[in-house]
């Protein structure tokens, strides 16, 4: 089962919507979600290249979020499914009974961990959870991009990759200047 992007047409017969697609949308949006909450989450009090990291997450994966969000609800299709991660052969469940089932989230635990810090072991925190959030976000856009149809679901999965990918690179760095390691990536 497909959807239609736009009106298809001989130049363009690539324009459906597949469940790839479908998939790539509601999930991405979901674990894009998590992201923002993360950026709001960081003490405003954060050193300022920490926090223009978080602010630059906090903007562009809201616009993300809204585009993704805006294809499904073209179509009258749910922003959400019960069982997340089928289009990456996922079954929605944890396999190890704990912890999301999306690659890269933080659990509850860690949020409220990160709420309740300030000053150097906030920012340390934070960016170890989107160093592992933004790892697992880049896993979930190349698939995207590797099994999805439509081109524009395919180009704003492959602009996730780089971007997503260059800022791993920067977080590592303040990470790095902080002497802290990244969480471990399952």
Do not use: C, Y
Not at 41 to 59: C, G, K, Q, Y
Not at 143 to 160: C, E, I, Y
Not at 162 to 175: K, R, S, V
Request: charged share 20%.
């Amino acid at each position: 089962m497909g959807f239609w992007l736009r009106e298809p047409s001989s130049a363009d017969p690539a324009a459906i919507l597949s469940e790839v697609d479908i998939g790539f949308a509601q999930d991405m949006s979901v674990h894009h979600e998590q992201a923002v909450l993360l950026a709001r989450t960081l003490p405003t009090d954060a050193s300022p290249p920490i926090r223009v990291v978080a602010d630059r997450i906090l903007f562009a994966q809201t616009a993300e979020i809204a585009q993704m969000r805006g294809w499904l609800q073209l179509f009258d299709l749910p922003v959400t499914v019960a069982e997340p991660m089928r289009w990456m052969g996922h079954d929605g469940h944890h396999t190890d009974g704990h912890g999301p089932s999306m690659p890269g989230m933080a659990s509850t635990a860690e949020i409220s961990r990160l709420a309740g810090l300030r000053g150097t072991e906030a920012e340390i925190l934070f960016l170890q959870l989107m160093i592992r959030h933004h790892t697992g976000g880049v896993e979930m856009a190349q698939a995207g991009f590797n099994t999805g149809s439509a081109p524009a679901v395919k180009r704003v999965a492959l602009d996730m990759v780089n971007e997503q990918g260059n800022e791993i690179g920067q977080m590592t760095a303040l990470l790095t200047a902080r002497r802290a390691e990244p969480l471990p990536f399952p």
